[in-house]
């Protein structure tokens, strides 16, 4: 059974830094990927980040392009995502995805991810 447990939001002022983290078990080695969506009050889930699992090849969304990174260990299986530079509308639910034969077009549709961690929550004040 595949779990996905995020942890490392928090709160934070504008121009500040968080890394979430996302453990995962139950992963096999097919060929997936993972990914970080978020989701603020009353706004559909959006995805932030992408990566294919053993692979470089990762997309961000405009919004955050230059100030999130994406990583993964592999041995770990665990999926990061360093946040610099934040801003209030940066706030919202973080959500950790994973999925199974991840098409790139429809890469950040929710409704394609099979596997959902909680969310931990990151606020970003002015």
């Known amino acids: 059974q595949v779990q996905l447990l995020e942890t490392g939001g928090g709160s934070v002022q504008a121009g500040g830094s968080l890394r979430l983290s996302c453990a995962a078990s139950?992963?096999?080695?097919?060929?997936?990927?993972m990914t970080w969506f978020r989701q603020a009050p009353g706004q559909e889930r959006e995805g932030v980040a992408i990566?294919?699992?053993?692979?470089?090849?990762?997309f961000y969304a405009e919004s955050v392009k230059g100030r999130f990174t994406i990583s993964q260990d592999n041995a770990k299986k665990a999926l990061y995502l360093q946040m610099n530079s934040l801003k209030p509308e940066d706030t919202a639910t973080y959500y950790c995805?994973?999925?199974?034969?991840?098409?790139?077009?429809?890469?950040?549709?929710?409704?394609?991810?099979?596997?959902w961690g909680q969310g931990t929550q990151v606020t970003v004040s002015s």
């Open positions: 995805a994973a999925d199974i034969g991840c098409k790139w077009s429809r890469r950040f549709s929710p409704e394609d991810y099979t596997y």
């Open positions: 139950g992963l096999t080695d097919s060929i997936y990927c």
């Open positions: 990566i294919y699992a053993g692979t470089v090849i990762t």
